[in-house]
């Protein structure tokens, strides 16, 4: 099995960077999918970035796309999302997931197997 740890998280000022961090332990390999995902007050949970261990192909959201960055460190079991230039809408709780997830499927969250608890961010205008 394979748990998610996300780190990070908290306040940042509209304009301001933060850089969430996603910990994987257990029986994790290169050839999983991972991704960030939010959920905004009220809000349905939403495809922020995803990143494949295998090759480090990604794709973004269009609302954080130029903004936000997904990489990873394999050594480390540990993916990261740096986050520039935050809006007040960024503000959301977000979850990092992993799993066997085919390209077509990478920015749908049924996909994924595993989940973070998930960290808390919050831009303040």
């Known amino acids: 099995q394979v748990q998610l740890v996300e780190s990070g998280g908290g306040l940042v000022q509209a304009g301001g960077s933060l850089r969430l961090s996603c910990a994987a332990s257990?029986?994790?390999?290169?050839?999983?999918?991972m991704a960030w995902f939010r959920q905004g007050p009220g809000k349905e949970r939403e495809f922020v970035a995803t990143?494949?261990?295998?090759?480090?192909?990604?794709a973004y959201a269009d609302s954080v796309k130029t903004r936000f960055t997904i990489s990873r460190d394999n050594a480390k079991n540990t993916v990261y999302l740096q986050m520039n230039t935050v809006k007040p809408e960024d503000t959301a709780v977000y979850y990092c997931?992993?799993?066997?997830?085919?390209?077509?499927?990478?920015?749908?969250?049924?996909?994924?197997?595993?989940w973070g608890q998930g960290t808390q961010v919050t831009v303040s205008s």
């Open positions: 257990g029986r994790t390999t290169s050839t999983y999918t």
């Open positions: 997931a992993a799993g066997r997830v085919p390209g077509w499927q990478m920015r749908l969250s049924g996909g994924y197997v595993y």
């Open positions: 990143i494949n261990w295998s090759d480090s192909s990604t």
